[in-house]
Each structure stands twice: as structure tokens, then as C-alpha cells.
């Protein structure tokens, strides 16, 4: 019989339970057994729906990150913990620096852990850390304990942990420290953790080894044969997983790794499949992931049913089925969704739907097509209709993406003849200062938004609303001093969404959350069909702003490339083909605003590198068309007109070619969490353009201090020439209180007052 079982679920719960939860627990407002209780109801929930599996997991539910659980697991934590802290408050010090409002668990509070983007995703991890005092301990009780509860309600357990290479591969060193030195010690720390398993009767488990599918060194290659030779040896039966891309020049070293089973990717790597049948020992299992991880979109049943088939005769009860990675990426359920349009309704499934689509599969493996023939059937009608459709093709925007000439990626002069232009326009002071875009959504914006949306206020009522926080948060930046300012977005939901929803080719999902990182959620767009833009989407409230001050404010957008990468996207043209469509869209935008007068436009490209290949060899070809993007959407400006764009939480060091040919005069970027270090590529690399080093965790409820601002201005101007650096938060201010957000405003000033009279005697 063919076996099923799933990589992950969701964590956050149908209705973001989690997510209140946590925002409760950290204002104090609820006690901590609450929110594992709340924790406990939800894992139960997500075991209960894929009762249906062979294996539930066990271990993919965090109350933040799954790789910082790996850190608490290994006993590997910073020392500036405070060590007599509860497991949970510690987690929660490393991830944003306090646990809870005015807490005290952590003197002065923690500098939190640095985050990163999860390979390829949208969802951020908390990076590790390790220097030449890291030492392992194995801490498996929370692991355990969840074991024992999903034991306690009759379900067949397979436990999930982020393998010991992709641990160490993922980790920041602190130092000169051989990451692949420490290798053996974090080795034997797994081997009593799968002993540990074994005492609580686990089977099977399954250990995550992503780094696979990557360009792994020979270093590397041999650290994932030492580790699993010994592993192989614990009393219990482990399945290497693997997601995310084609393994190409791993195969091999994936088929021949001792250990009882191996998961691939069959959407991403599916030409490697026969390869993997073939190759693979007799007595191992084949895991193969047969549902779309990433995407929202219905399997075709049937033609996934026409090449499995042959593999199910051959592999027997060695086959097992799977989604291709974690459901981690997709929202929870989408029998919630009424208000969706029913015929786009019918092309989607989300990981519920996905996990019925895996046992149709089986179903129809074990039993023969006819024992599941209406499934089938259903599943066909909605491939075709979108197959179809007539809101899928659009011969007008077809037409004009083909007519797409290179004059249109280019500026009028270069960057030297622009920069003296601006600064004549301008007049801006050294080190400027500006935000990223968003201030805080408070409660009573959140509120309005939702009575706008369900009828209880009008438009005009509405409109006013909005003009009354925009002119508050240009008052406070006029206050405070900034000197180039923002009309704070108060009308916006999301930085993609809201864009989205003006645009053709977009649909909208009113519970399709998906966890960014901790209790940050993302409602991500649905790209169905050809892009255009209708109407102008942001040139009257940016004029509006605009006519409250005598100082610049930015027009705000979000930028083709994370438009694209922050959306589920068709699957049915090349993923350049749609961002050039967006590219125009954006574009379009760009010449209004400047025509109405606004002057610095910025053009948020946080999502850039994320969409990047995971092996390098690939990287061109991507950042080709992207960047292509990117500057068909921003140059068709003149020259005194100031493109910004944004990047956030990504390591650019390796891509610094690529983005210094985006061209943008100013590029702001996150550097506070790594102190700097994102900026040593500057000491080799000449970027010819403006930068603002985020100055500002604003993932932190932490305050930053002039002192730290300065100090961490200084080691920027140690690499980048003073004329050239502003200042500014590391993202949008959104998420922080305006209790939060004011001081640290008025510390980022008064350090830039402090750097102009220190840096230029």
C-alpha cells in the first residue's frame, strides 16, 4: 500500500489564532500557560485534519521559527540570554530581543537574533549563531512533549528536525570558527535525540536537508556522509528530506546517504525522478512530493496519476506520497472563502485541500481511478476552466510586454549628472534622513479600513479619515525633523496587496494568511491572469501629502520583482514574462506621479534576492530579467525626478553587481541586526549610487540610542563616502506603536545633527 504523510502544516491556525496569541502574551496581557494552551489547541486542530495521512508531523509547529526551536533544541543559544529565563521567554529574547513588555528576563534587553529569508521563500528564519564558545546540549523536552500529545490522541507520529548540516550550513559564525569543526559535537547531540525518540516508541523521522538541493563544496558533500553514517546507527528510521529545487550534482550523494528513505521535490525535480527510482537501494523507501508546497494552485490529478502509476507498480509499498515541502508557504483553508469569486475559487487549493488532493492520489493508487472517479472528475472540470478562461488572456497586454524596447531601461544620463541635478533640487543636508515608507496601522486605521470595507462608512467618510492620519504623520515628521518625509500609508493593508487590488489579472483572498516570520503574517495576492493597470493607484493621496509640506515626500510603491515574489503567481507562462507585465503596470504609476509633481519616488524591491535560484550558476539568468524589471518600472522618469528603492533582511553582498545596475539613485537596506557587516562588501565594491544602512531594528520593540545610531554610521562611513550615506529605519514602521516609533525618529535626527558636525572637521 502506497503511504502518505506530509512535511509540515501551518502554524498559525485558520483565523491567525497564534498570531494573537503571541501579540497578547508579548503586551503582558495574557499569562504564558495561556498561549501554550492556545498552542496545544492548535497542534491538535492540525493533527485532527490531516487525520486522514499515514504519518502526522510532529515538531513543525513553533511559537516563532522552526530553525530557532533547532537552536534551543541543540542547546545553542547566545550568551547574552539571560540563562535563568524559561525555555519559552528565552526563544522569544533571541527572536526580537524581549519577551514580553517591560520585561525584565533580560537586562537592558537582548540585541535580538539576526533574520534571514528561508532559502527561497517569503518566510524569514532566525539565523544561528556560533563563535569558537559554542558548545551542544541536547534540551528535547519540548519535542517530546509533543510527541507524548500527539501519541495521547492516537495518531501515528512522525517527528520533523532540521537536519545537522543544513543547521550548521544556515549558521553565522562570530568569529574564525570552522562551522564544519563543530560538526561532531552537534552529531552526538542528534544521535541521543533519536535514541531519546526511540524510548517514546517513534519509528520514523523525518530530518531536513534542504542544503541538498543547493551547490554544495566537497567539505560539505563529505560533512552530510560522516553525519548520516553515524546517525544511521540510532534505533529508529530516519527519511532525509530534501525540497525546493532538482538535487542536479547531489543525486547521487542523496541516493547512497545510509539512511532509510529519501523525500525529492517532484514538482521542482520532477526530471530527476526516474533517475532517483532507479538509483535508489531496494530497501529504501521514495518519498516523492507529488502537491505544490509553494502554490495555490489544484493538482491535475489525473496527469499526475498517468506518470505515477508506473512508479507505483514498480516501487510497491516503498512508495511513498507527500507535498513536495512544508504547507508551511500556503494559507491554512479554503472552504472560508465565500466572498472569492467561485470560478477562481475552483482552481485553487490551499493545505487542507492539498493534503485531499494526497489522499485522492493514494486512493486512487491503491484501489484503481474508479474508487475515486467523481474526485477525479471535479478535478478535471476545474483544470480545464482554467485552461480556458477568457480572464486569463489578455491580447492587449500580451502585445505591448513583446514591444518592450532597451531604451525603456534606461535613464536619460547617468548617475553623476543626475546626482547634481537632484542636489540642486533638493538641497538636502548631509546625511538625510527619511523612513522607509509605512507608519504605524493602529487600531483605529485597522478599524476604518474594515467599516469602509464592510459598508459602515462611507467613502467621503472614509477619505477624510485617511487625509486626518496622513496629515498626523506628516505633522510628526515635521516635528521630528526628517528631512525627506512619507504620508505613512495609512490607507494601505498590505505593501503587494493593496496594489493588487487595483490592478487586472489579481485576486484577493479574505483568510489566505501565510506566516512571514513570528507572528507577521502575509495575506499574499493571487496572480491569475495578464497584468494591467486600470487607473492611477496611489497619485492622490501621495499629492494630498505632498500639498502638507514644503519638504519632499516620497511617493511610495511596491516594485515588479516583489510584487511577483510576494504573490502566488500562475504557473502557466514564465515567471520574467509576468513581471515584465507588472514592470508596465508600475511604470505607468511612476510617470503619473511624476507628472503630478512628486518628486523622489521610491520603488520597494525588499523581495529581490529572495527569488533568486538556489544554486548560483543559475543567478544570472534570474537577476536578468529582474533587475530588466525594475528599471522598465522606474526609468522613464527625468533626470531631477529621485528613484529610492528598498531592500530588507537579504544578504546582498554576492548580488552587489546586480544591484548597483538597478541604477536606483538612492537604495536603502537593512544593516542593524548584523552591525554593519552587510556593508563589508563595500570596502571591495564601489557602489556608485546613494545608500541609507538601516540604522533602526524595526522588528524589535527595543529603542535604538543616539550613541548606536552614530556608532553604527560611523563604521558605514568607513566604507561608503559620507556624501553619499542617509539615514533611515531598516523597513517600514508599520508593526511598531507610535510610543515606539517617535523616540526612535527623534534619535535618528539627533544622531544625523551629531554625524554632520563630527564626520566633517
Known sequence: ???????????????????????????????????????????????????????????????????????????????????????????????????????????????AGEMTKWFDTNYHY????????????????????????????????????????????????????????????????????????????????????PILVTELDPSWQ?????????????????????????????????????????HIDAITGFDEISKVVDWLSPLKVLSLGIINGRNIWKTDLNTTLDWLEPIATRLKDRLWLAPSCSLLHVPVDLTNEDCLDKEIKSWLAFAVQKIEELSVIAHALNYGRSSVASQLQHNAAAIASRQHSDRVHNPVVKTRSSEISNAMS????????????????FKLPLFPTTTIGSFPQTNAIRQARKHYKNGQLNHSDYEQFIKSEIKHTIDIQEEIGLDVLVHG??????????????????????????????????????????????????????????????KPVKGMLTGPVTMLNWSFVRDDQPRSQTCLQLALA???EVLDLEQAGISIIQIDEAALREGLPLRQSQWQQYLDWAVTSFKISANGVSDSTQIHTHMCYSEFNDIIDAIANMDADVITIETSRSDMELLDVFNEFNYPNDIGPGVY??????????????????????RIDIEKLWLNPDCGLKTRGWDEVTPALKALVSASHSLRKTLTQ
Not at 147 to 162: G, S, T
Not at 410 to 425: C, E, G, P, V
Not at 490 to 512: H, I, K, P, S, W
Open 1 to 111: 500500500m502506497i503511504r502518505t504523510h506530509n512535511l509540515g502544516f501551518p502554524r498559525i491556525g485558520k483565523n491567525r489564532e497564534l498570531k494573537f496569541a503571541l501579540e497578547s502574551y508579548w503586551r503582558s496581557e495574557i499569562s504564558q500557560q495561556k498561549l501554550l494552551n492556545i498552542g496545544q489547541s492548535l497542534r491538535e486542530q492540525h493533527w485532527q485534519l490531516q487525520g486522514n495521512l499515514d504519518f502526522q508531523p510532529v515538531g513543525d509547529f513553533s511559537f516563532y521559527d522552526h530553525v530557532l526551536d533547532t537552536s534551543i533544541l541543540v542547546g545553542n543559544e547566545p550568551g547574552r540570554v539571560n540563562p535563568d529565563a524559561n525555555t519559552l521567554d528565552r526563544l522569544f529574547q533571541i527572536a526580537r530581543g524581549q519577551s514580553q513588555q517591560n520585561s525584565t528576563t533580560c537586562e537592558h534587553h537582548c540585541a
Open 697 to 718: 531594528d524595526i522588528h524589535s520593540p527595543n529603542i535604538p540610542s543616539v550613541e548606536q545610531i552614530v556608532s553604527l554610521m560611523t563604521l558605514a562611513a568607513e
Open 489 to 550: 500609508e495609512a490607507e494601505r493593508n498590505d505593501m503587494v496587496e493593496y496594489f493588487g487590488q487595483q490592478l487586472d489579472g489579481y485576486a484577493f483572498t479574505e483568510f489566505g494568511w501565510v506566516q512571514s516570520y513570528g507572528s507577521r503574517c502575509v495575506k499574499p495576492p493571487i496572480i491569475y491572469g495578464d497584468i494591467s493597470r486600470p487607473n492611477p493607484m496611489t497619485v492622490a493621496w501621495a499629492c494630498y501629502a505632498q500639498s502638507l509640506s514644503k
Open 222 to 262: 563529505h560533512a552530510l556522509k560522516q553525519a548520516y553514517f553515524s546517525l544511521h546507527k540510532t534505533p529508529v528510521k530516519l527519511l532525509l528530506t530534501t525540497y525546493f529545487g532538482q538535487l542536479k550534482d547531489n543525486l547521487l550523494l542523496a541516493c547512497e546517504l545510509p539512511v532509510d528513505g529519501l
Open 586 to 588: 508600475i511604470r505607468d
Open 410 to 425: 534606461q535613464r536619460q544620463s547617468d548617475y553623476k549628472h543626475r546626482a547634481l541635478t537632484q542636489k540642486k533640487r
Open 126 to 209: 532566525i539565523v544561528p549563531e556560533i563563535d569558537n564558545q559554542t558548545r551542544f546540549a541536547l534540551h528535547a523536552d519540548n519535542l517530546l512533549n509533543q510527541v507524548r500529545e500527539a501519541k495521547a490522541l492516537n495518531h501515528n507520529v512522525k517527528p520533523v528536525i532540521v537536519g545537522p548540516v543544513t543547521y550548521l550550513w544556515l549558521a553565522k559564525t562570530k568569529d574564525e570558527t570552522n562551522k564544519l569543526s563543530l560538526l561532531d559535537d552537534l552529531v552526538v547531540v542528534y544521535e541521543q535525540l533519536l535514541i531519546r525518540l526511540a524510548d517514546e516508541g517513534v519509528e520514523w523521522v523525518q530530518i531536513d536537508e
